[in-house]
């Protein structure tokens, strides 16, 4: 029996979503809905098709021809010119082996996403699932217009408050935890150390300083070009800057610290990236060197927060640092506002002078860049 639900719009206008489903053995078997201006329209479609369906096969030769969620996923894949990332393509890779990926796109309901969040949350905290979902909805957002795929946002909507509401998904717990400026005396040299055994080495010590100072994240810092670069204002467009909801499109001109445009300048101009290596690398680098050191509990995005963090306590306003962090909502900053202005702990940092020394031309056999130990003879 099809059911009518009215949906008020925008402009105040009012729609009428026709909405049929099938069940055969206890099982829905099949669903489908459509959008009229008018309710006498909306029942005679629910009149018409559920006579359509009732005829031996049209159920599965209606199915047959509609693409699926994983149709959806595996399009959205291909046709990104954008890098997805790691973690993206580990998400989207991962739905595609589940249930509701086999379910046509206009099929899927509210009720459906729901359950999927349901299938996740056993192996998987409710952060991750919120995430899970989050990188879902990317697909929802655009299938339809892009692709005809007829997947239905107010249905992802819908899905997020049940599934907040429920306890199934929840916002990622605040981290606080920061290095300690011996932590990063650890970190750098273990970099520099390596620099100097591989010329092509990814320079991780210019890219965990301009992290902090620059208060960007991993996949941000391998994104920025220098077409995008305004030295003269200290502004770079940072592109695809995290969104809850929205993965692509979403760019920002923001600040860059001194400190930070010193380390940009010292990059040779050799490509269109400013840091032209790949995210998933510096990533791994980190991660090994983290545990080779035996340093517990950090992570690579917690060099944000401690960049956000300094530039409270030098005394910048929340604006001010919004407008270099990036930040959409001031009220996500309020909980740096604790912090008392101590000045610049990294004013003077020994680290600074090796990560903003342009590259010298490296010949056979020759070492990119030689650390010398600021204990040694050489240092004073």
Known sequence: MGTIVERPRKNGSTAYLAKISIMRDGKIVHRENKTFDRRPAASAWIEKREAELSRPGEIERSRGSKPTLLDAIVRFMDDSEKDLG?????????????????????EIASQDIVS?????????????????????????DIARPAWGFNLREQEMADAFKVAGKLGL??????????????ELDQIMTHFARASERRRDI????????????????????????????????????????????????????????????AIIQAQPRRDARIFPYNPDTVSANF???????????????????????????????????????????????????????????????????????????VHKRQRVRRYVEPSSPEAQ
């Open 287 to 361: 991660t090994r060197a983290i545990d080779y050191l035996q340093i517990e509990n950090l992570k690579f995005h917690d060099l944000r927060h401690e960049g956000v963090s300094r530039l409270f306590e030098m005394g910048k306003t929340i604006p001010h640092v919004a407008a270099v962090s990036g930040h959409r909502s001031w009220q996500s900053l309020q909980r740096y506002t604790h912090i008392r202005q101590t000045g610049d702990k990294y004013a003077g940092w020994q680290w600074m002078e090796f990560v903003t020394q342009p590259p010298q031309p």
């Open 202 to 261: 990814t320079p991780m010590t210019s890219i965990v300083a301009f992290a902090i100072l620059s208060t960007r994240r991993q996949e941000e810092i391998t994104r920025l070009t220098w077409a995008d670069l305004d030295e003269q204002s200290s502004r770079i467009w940072v592109r695809d800057l995290k969104h809850p909801r929205r993965k692509i499109g979403n760019d920002m001109l923001l600040d860059v610290p001194p400190e930070a445009m």
């Open 86 to 106: 790691r973690t993206k393509r580990q998400v989207l890779n991962t739905i595609k082996a589940l249930p509701i990926a086999q379910m046509p796109c206009d």
């Open 169 to 182: 998904t929840s916002k990622s717990d605040y981290r606080e935890r920061r290095p300690t400026l011996e």
């Open 116 to 140: 999927f969040a349901k299938q996740l949350l056993p192996n998987r905290k409710p952060q991750t699932v919120a995430s899970y979902m989050s990188h879902l909805s990317a697909i929802f």
